[in-house]
């Protein structure tokens, strides 16, 4: 089955940096979100890309999806501490309904 | 409107038990998903259900089963349970197409 995978897994920055983290898959999808997780809870959806956009904005998220390489990435702009999270990717592919998640990005902003 | 609510929020249990948690999505979604996240296997898929039948099932053991019923609420259970069950597991509910709702999850711990 396809997985989303993340790079890096790990991110310190300062506040006020932009943070950017990548995902890959491995098999063609509809569609593919991020989530993001605060300290061990629920995931919270931030943002679907579908399989023919290439480009999406939600405040100060942008996520980036290339269909040919397989791969998407989410920027988040302007950090703020209160985005310290793990954020995730997760393809749901051929109307399974099913996500597949990566392993995750950890980001910590200094304040 | 209600999030999707899961209970209980915290839960400990003995091996060789069995255990049942219960998910209520958002009033009008139909497709109720169940994930086990653990720190070393990350998100993985249990089981989703769409009007009271399961529409998809993860690779996980037969000790691993749910239901929806007909007002969409879903409970999943698991028999004999061992160490490696312990988990945070979490649901999800969806209208095609736009995204998952989680709920907070149960943080099952075994013992």
């Known amino acids: 089955s396809q997985q989303g995978e993340e790079d890096p897994q790990a991110l310190s920055i300062q506040e006020g940096e932009n943070a950017t983290m990548n995902c890959s898959y491995k098999?063609?999808?509809?569609?593919l979100q991020w989530y993001r997780q605060n300290s061990g809870r629920g995931l919270v959806h931030l943002i679907l890309i579908r399989s023919n956009e290439r480009e999406k904005h939600s405040g100060r998220l942008r996520v980036t999806l290339d269909t040919s390489k397989k791969s998407s990435s989410l920027l988040i702009t302007a950090s703020r501490a209160a985005d310290t999270a793990s954020y995730f990717c997760a393809t749901d592919a051929g109307g399974n309904n099913r996500l597949a998640f990566g392993k995750g990005n950890q980001v910590v902003v200094i304040p | 409107k209600a999030g999707v609510t899961q209970t209980p929020r915290y839960l400990i249990k003995t091996r060789g038990q069995q255990v049942t948690l219960s998910c209520s999505p958002i009033s009008g979604h139909r497709s109720v998903s169940w994930y086990q996240q653990t720190p070393g296997q990350g998100l993985q898929f249990l089981f989703e259900?769409?009007?009271?039948?399961?529409?998809n099932k993860g690779n996980f053991p037969g000790r691993f089963s749910g239901r929806q019923f007909s007002n969409s609420r879903s409970e999943m259970n698991v028999s004999t349970l061992e160490l490696g069950d312990s988990a945070l597991y979490l649901c999800?509910?969806?209208?095609?197409?736009?995204?998952?709702?989680f709920g907070s999850g149960t943080r099952l711990t075994v013992v």
């Open positions: 999800a509910s969806s209208l095609l197409d736009h995204g998952y709702t």
């Open positions: 098999t063609s999808i509809n569609n």
């Open positions: 259900y769409f009007s009271e039948t399961q529409r």
